[in-house]
């Protein structure tokens, strides 16, 4: 009996030991993994630009598609992606991506035939003159605005306004001639604007 209960003891001994040595090995095993979880950068959101890129990058395969394939999801799923970006109005992409969300919605509102979409981009485009009045982009939102009141929204009196600013703020832009007849309310045809969702801060 004495030799039976030592041999016992010495199985228990053993397996305890053994798990020991498992334990200790889990214990090496997760420590560098939740080190390395913990890494600043790591499970950090995508910077700014790298949204931005992946949005063009989106929209330039919805357009190598046939057009009669695209759909408003497809837009829906690219327009998405940028609101984030201006919840810092203060933040480096802001005004990128509100000028890329107006552009994709006149892109989604010329290739699907959807007129309320340029008012989703005229609201866009608002916000970004208020909320950024010296942006890079004000050049281009003022006279994209212009375009989409006056053809789309039928708010020739409110384009006024945008449009006597623009003459007066950059005399030298080519479209200079088309604003100023704009604002004299002749008629024209509408102009190239926004004719791709990338930021585009000077034309």
């Keep these: 009996m004495p030799g039976r209960a030592a041999l016992a003891h010495n199985e228990s001994k053993l397996l305890r030991a053994r798990s020991q040595r498992r334990s200790l090995r889990l ?4 420590v560098p993994l939740l080190l390395w ?20 990058a989106l ?41 890329a969300y107006a552009s994709l919605y006149v892109a989604m509102a010329r290739d699907l035939n959807e007129e309320k979409a340029y008012a989703q981009a005229a609201d866009a485009l608002r916000e970004l003159l208020r909320v950024s009045p010296y942006s890079a982009y004000r050049r281009n939102a003022e006279f994209a605005l212009s375009q989409i009141e006056i053809f789309h929204l ?22 200079v001639g088309v604003a100023r007849l704009e604002i004299r309310g002749q008629k024209v045809a509408e102009p190239a604007y926004l004719l791709g969702p990338e930021p585009a801060a000077t034309v």
């Design 154 to 175: 039928h708010q020739a009196d409110m384009a006024r306004s945008n449009l006597e600013g623009f003459v007066r703020n950059y005399p030298a832009d080519p479209r």
């Design 37 to 56: 979880r913990a890494a600043p950068g790591q499970n950090s959101a995508p910077s700014g630009d790298a949204v931005l890129q992946q949005a063009h």
């Design 59 to 99: 929209h330039q395969a919805l357009q190598a598609k046939p057009a009669g394939e695209r759909t408003a999801a497809d837009y829906q799923r690219i327009l998405k992606l940028l609101p984030p970006l201006w919840r810092d109005p203060h933040a480096a992409p802001a005004d990128d991506a509100r000028f």
């Design 27 to 30: 214990i090496l095993f997760l």
